[in-house]
Each structure stands twice: as C-alpha cells, then as structure tokens.
C-alpha cells in the first residue's frame, strides 16, 4: 500500500516499453519479418539506453 503512488522510475518506464516492443515483435515475426526485425532493433536501441541508465546511477 505504500507504493501505491510511488512515481516510477525513468529505468521502470524503459523496461516497460521494452517489453512491449518484444512482445510486438514477436507477433510480427510470423506475418511479417521486415516489420518485426524493425520493432526489434528498436527494443536493442531502449535496451542500450537502459543499460546507459543503470550504469549512470
């Protein structure tokens, strides 16, 4: 209950949206590989950028 408005992190957010990319990458791998290798490189740029995050802090 005490982190019920605890903000989340800018690390938090990132991971969250990679996780969605993935996800969507993942469905497109079947249907359409051109769209799906995009969505994943995407996820390696938020990826690095995560990693940048962490070794920041």
């Known amino acids: 209950m005490f982190g019920l408005f605890k903000k989340k992190s800018e690390v938090e957010k990132l991971q969250e949206k990679?996780?969605?990319i993935m996800e969507?990458?993942?469905k497109l791998q079947s249907?359409?590989?051109t769209d799906s290798d995009t969505k994943y490189k995407e996820a390696d740029d938020?990826?690095?950028e995560i990693?940048?995050?962490q070794g920041k802090s």
Do not use: M, P, T
């Open 46 to 48: 938020i990826l690095k």
């Open 31 to 33: 249907i359409n590989r």
């Open 24 to 26: 969507d990458a993942y």
């Open 18 to 20: 990679y996780k969605k």
């Open 51 to 53: 990693g940048v995050l």
